[in-house]
């Protein structure tokens, strides 16, 4: 049962990074012509399209999109609470707890995953163009601009990635 559940999560938990791809892409300003922005819209038009219809966005933020990913996150909650893998616990409050703190997670570990293959790319491939390095960028660059502004570079190497990923790991711990 272990292993089903482990697959199930794990499946569950790529949907749901597309659905964070969806909100995060239009507020980092990532280029919607990109073949990965344009494979996370196709991939979550189905749910986002219709919920347009009945909620509008607020300015510049896709409300839409925003309820796809907590309809999405309640959904895979629910399937995981369904398979047994929160045994014990029960009640609404519980499973609301459960889901938002799951989200919560996922957004920590993506952007710690997204700033570390971020610094990677910059060791092994500086200064080359792809679609995941545009993407890359503009989801880390917002996170990293304030922290160079605190700590500038020392004998040319950046350390912001670093003391970035240190925060985002302590949030994670707090919040687990």
């Not at 660059?141 to 500038?152: A, D, N, Q, Y």
Request: net charge positive; proline share 6%.
């Amino acid at each position: 049962m272990d292993a089903l559940i482990f697959i199930v999560r794990a499946l569950l938990q790529i949907v749901i990074v597309v659905f964070l791809l969806r909100v995060l892409l239009p507020l980092a300003r990532a280029d919607s012509r990109n073949q990965l922005s344009q494979a996370v819209i196709r991939m979550t038009n189905p749910l986002v399209l219709p919920l347009r219809r009945i909620v509008p966005p607020i300015g510049k933020v896709d409300t839409a999109s925003i309820v796809a990913l907590l309809l999405v996150q309640l959904a895979a909650t629910g399937i995981l609470w369904l398979l047994m893998a929160y045994p014990g616990l029960l009640g609404t409050g519980w499973f609301l707890r459960i889901a938002l703190f799951s989200l919560l997670d996922t957004i920590l570990l993506f952007y710690t995953y997204a700033l570390f293959l971020y610094i990677l790319l910059s060791w092994v491939a500086p200064g080359t163009y792809s679609p995941a390095a545009s993407l890359l960028q503009s989801l880390c660059e917002p996170l990293l601009r304030p922290v160079r502004r605190i700590i500038p570079a020392i004998a040319g190497i950046d350390f912001s990635a670093l003391f970035v990923i240190i925060g985002l790991q302590a949030l994670y711990i707090l919040i687990s």
